[in-house]
């Protein structure tokens, strides 16, 4: 008999990585870890689970790097940060660090239970006394209107959750279950919170539609945008932010050029303010 080719070989091994990591994911359900920023946030405290994406097993400097650095590079003291699809946190915690108590962040999760997580993160800030901008958690959805939506929780990473009306990310690997969300415009929470000096989206394939429910916040308020977009999406994003005098960028590159369709890591700085890019 003939041994297996070199490529049937990879196959079998490939298969054997895919079930091991998918036996990790079912064991790191409801772990729950407190674990501390990198020192360039101080060493904040924070609530994360490798439920939320299995990256959180690693040194919280591994975690997300990108993240880290657009933090740094958009959040400054003082600044008013909203964090939509804040998963556990991560962005919203780091920029409580930095923009300090002058500053104000609102995390926007429709996961209960990761939106609780965010909530202990966030409580644990407050009564440690630390020079934190205030966090407010917001458990509820983002969209165009005002409705009720259903949110599919992920077979595997909690990441990759995504609105029912949305394709979500092949990540997700089927849903476990499905949780009732509210859904909200951003223009509706302007009559809330104070308004956002830099906006952070991450929510699976819906980016064009949350945009769609922010034109009053984009023509008025003029945050600077850092925004995951999925290919499908590419297009529509850069026709909605382009005729509002926004120019758009790869954060991730080394040198930034305007773009003419948005990237999966789109910066999108308002006219006025895209000469500060480096």
Same mark, same amino acid.
């Given at each position: 008999?003939?041994?297996?080719?070199?490529?049937?070989?990879?196959?079998?091994?490939?298969?054997?990585?895919?079930?091991?990591?998918?036996?990790?994911?079912?064991?790191?359900?409801?772990?729950?870890?407190?674990?501390?920023?990198?020192?360039?946030?101080?060493?904040?405290?924070?609530?994360?689970?490798?439920?939320?994406?299995?990256?959180?097993?690693?040194?919280?400097?591994?975690?997300?790097?990108?993240?880290?650095?657009?933090?740094?590079?958009?959040?400054?003291?003082?600044?008013?940060?909203?964090?939509?699809?804040?998963?556990?946190?991560?962005?919203?915690?780091?920029?409580?660090?930095?923009?300090?108590?002058?500053?104000?962040?609102?995390?926007?999760?429709?996961?209960?239970?990761?939106?609780?997580?965010? &909530?202990? %993160?966030?409580?644990?800030?407050?009564? $440690?006394?630390?020079? #934190? !901008?205030?966090? =407010?958690? *917001?458990?509820?959805?983002?969209?165009?209107?005002?409705?009720?939506?259903?949110?599919?929780?992920?077979?595997?990473?909690?990441?990759?959750?995504?609105?029912?009306?949305? &394709?979500? %990310?092949?990540?997700?690997?089927?849903? $476990?279950?499905?949780? #009732? !969300?509210?859904? =909200?415009? *951003?223009?509706?929470?302007?009559?809330?919170?104070?308004?956002?000096?830099?906006?952070?989206?991450?929510?699976?394939?819906?980016?064009?539609?949350?945009?769609?429910?922010?034109?009053?916040?984009?023509?008025?308020?003029?945050?600077?945008?850092?925004?995951?977009?999925?290919?499908?999406?590419?297009a529509t994003v850069f026709d909605l932010l382009h005729p509002l005098d926004y120019a758009l960028y790869a954060a991730a590159a080394k040198v930034r050029v305007p773009l003419k369709r948005a990237s999966w890591d789109t910066l999108a700085v308002p006219?006025?303010?895209?000469?500060?890019?480096?």
């Open positions: 008999m003939k041994s297996p080719s070199p490529s049937f070989r990879t196959l079998i091994i490939f298969v054997r990585l895919m079930n091991f990591r998918k036996s990790v994911e079912r064991l790191s359900r409801g772990l729950v870890f407190k674990r501390r920023l990198p020192p360039e946030f101080h060493r904040f405290p924070i609530y994360v689970s490798p439920e939320a994406g299995l990256r959180y097993w690693l040194r919280m400097s591994k975690v997300d790097p990108l993240l880290h650095r657009m933090a740094l590079e958009l959040v400054k003291p003082g600044a008013c940060v909203w964090d939509v699809g804040a998963n556990v946190g991560l962005f919203s915690v780091c920029a409580s660090s930095l923009a300090k108590q002058s500053g104000y962040v609102v995390a926007i999760e429709p996961d209960v239970w990761l939106a609780h997580l965010l &909530t202990r %993160s966030a409580c644990e800030l407050k009564l $440690r006394g630390l020079n #934190a !901008a205030p966090i =407010t958690v *917001l458990c509820s959805a983002v969209s165009d209107a005002n409705r009720i939506s259903h949110l599919q929780i992920s077979e595997r990473s909690r990441a990759a959750n995504h609105l029912a009306d949305s &394709t979500g %990310s092949s990540q997700a690997q089927g849903n $476990r279950f499905s949780q #009732a !969300a509210v859904s =909200t415009s *951003l223009d509706f929470l302007l009559d809330y919170f104070p308004a956002p000096s830099v906006l952070k989206i991450d929510v699976e394939t819906h980016e064009a539609r949350v945009l769609r429910g922010s034109r009053k916040l984009l023509e008025t308020i003029r945050p600077t945008i850092w925004c995951e977009v999925s290919p499908e999406n590419a006219g006025a303010r895209a000469g500060e890019l480096r």
